[in-house]
């Protein structure tokens, strides 16, 4: 058997207590494989703006058949009034302390066991890269940082608050700061977002910290060959985002998603990164899925399903956000309308009980039509079959396939249907059509 997430979590399916030592990468297979994530902004998420507001919610996620939630990190942020990263829920003042308008330490451990309770695994994010102006570091250290002019060419420096990850007082702290967070609560991994400056050195010492707390570890930065050395256990596939991007502007090709596949089937960990098209960072920094395209963002959602990997999705996006979360003025989620709740409770249905769409080696996409426009693929696990049909432009599109899929049932309105070799389809603009076999 492939080492699928190696040196990964669990010492066994139901979780233990606080127990050290490197996590059993054979234990964590039958979770990998129907595992998906819902990312969680406690200080937006209600109107409470604290983790009690997420908690008073853990049934309704539940019903979504969510398997793991994400937290943002629970450190205090930098308020309003700067102008170098105002806003944003990654600007941590303390990166030890816990925010006490969100949560307390009880609070915390309540949340983790009543998760555990639904048999939702927790994963806690944390930011290394950078840092609030208020942060004190910013005046007791300032070579911790990767300069000390707070503008230049009359615009605030980036670099004022990023940290210099050379630095090897740098890197002690935030160490010790991974290594706080994994050994004080039960959390299942650690999340390291905004990670992509992070050194391959500096990576293999946050792993090593992170798994000898018997937790797995994520990368928000796409690093493929970290994975498959080992280092990280999954890592966010920023270049089906990309994809996503050109789908919005109608250049994507079926060419373009076949690279995506092609690497899949190359990495030893087959099926194990992050597919997302929203995020907190995206949503911070680009907005909403519906504002970049209102007409393909509930393709890219299906596709974040089912080309083979862990599927992400961001607090709000069963709504959906119709704006980008405000993070500076603590916009809360209302959660009246959900008018995509039935979509992902359908999806995250069929990832658990579908074994087509199980993350293992054996059910890698397979392209089945020879069309520029239109990505078709199956998707098999023994006699389990799932097929995605998909237009990746704005312009209705023509298509055939070389696979027999007669007698097959459509995915959302369970109709009977039936598609044959050689015949020509059309597709409308940005139209989907999923198909399964099982009845």
């Not at 019903?63 to 943002?72: D, E, G, Y």
């Not at 059910?363 to 049909?389: Q, T």
Request: proline share 4%.
């Amino acid at each position: 058997m492939n080492s699928i997430f190696r040196g990964l979590i669990l010492i066994s399916l139901i979780i233990s207590s606080c127990q050290s030592g490197r996590p059993d990468p054979e234990a964590f297979r039958d979770w990998h494989k129907t595992l998906n994530i819902y990312e969680i902004m406690p200080k937006n998420y209600s109107e409470t703006h604290n983790l009690d507001g997420v908690l008073k919610d853990l049934k309704r996620i539940r019903s979504q058949f969510i398997t793991a939630v994400a937290l943002l990190p629970l450190s205090p942020t930098e308020d309003g009034g700067n102008n170098h990263n105002a806003g944003d829920p990654y600007a941590s003042i303390d990166l030890k302390a816990l925010d006490t308008a969100v949560a307390d330490e009880k609070t915390v451990r309540n949340f983790i066991d009543s998760c555990h309770q639904f048999k939702i695994r927790v994963f806690l994010e944390l930011n290394l890269s950078y840092t609030g102006p208020s942060h004190p570091w910013r005046k007791e250290h300032p070579d911790y940082y990767l300069s000390s002019e707070e503008q230049v060419n009359g615009k605030s420096n980036q670099d004022f608050v990023r940290l210099n990850l050379q630095n090897n007082s740098v890197r002690k702290q935030l160490l010790k700061t991974v290594d706080h967070w994994a050994k004080k609560y039960n959390w299942d991994g650690i999340v390291i977002v905004n990670g992509k400056d992070i050194p391959k050195d500096m990576w293999a010492e946050i792993g090593e910290k992170v798994h000898n707390r018997g937790k797995l570890l994520i990368s928000s930065a796409h690093v493929p060959d970290l994975a498959d050395q080992g280092i990280v256990d999954s890592y966010f596939n920023e270049e089906l985002f990309d994809l996503f991007q050109k789908m919005a502007q109608g250049t994507a090709l079926v060419a373009d998603f076949k690279k995506i596949i092609e690497a899949n089937k190359a990495s030893r960990i087959k099926s194990s990164s992050i597919m997302y098209n929203q995020s907190a960072v995206t949503n911070h920094t680009m907005g909403s899925e519906y504002k970049r395209c209102q007409d393909c963002y509930k393709e890219a959602a299906v596709m974040t399903y089912l080309l083979g990997g862990i599927p992400w999705v961001l607090n709000g996006q069963e709504e959906p956000m119709f704006d980008g979360i405000n993070s500076f003025t603590k916009a809360a989620l209302t959660h009246n309308y959900n008018y995509n709740r039935d979509l992902y409770r359908a999806l995250n249905i069929h990832r658990r009980e579908n074994p087509a769409l199980y993350s293992t080696d054996e059910s890698i996409p397979e392209i089945v039509s020879s069309s520029e426009n239109v990505l078709v693929f199956e998707r098999k696990s023994g006699n389990a079959s799932i097929v995605l049909m998909a237009n990746l432009s704005g312009e209705k599109a023509q298509y055939t396939i070389n696979k027999d899929f007669r007698f097959y049932t459509e995915f959302f309105t369970r109709a009977l249907v039936s598609f044959e070799p050689g015949m020509l389809y059309t597709l409308g603009p940005y139209q989907y059509l999923m198909l399964t076999n099982i009845k």
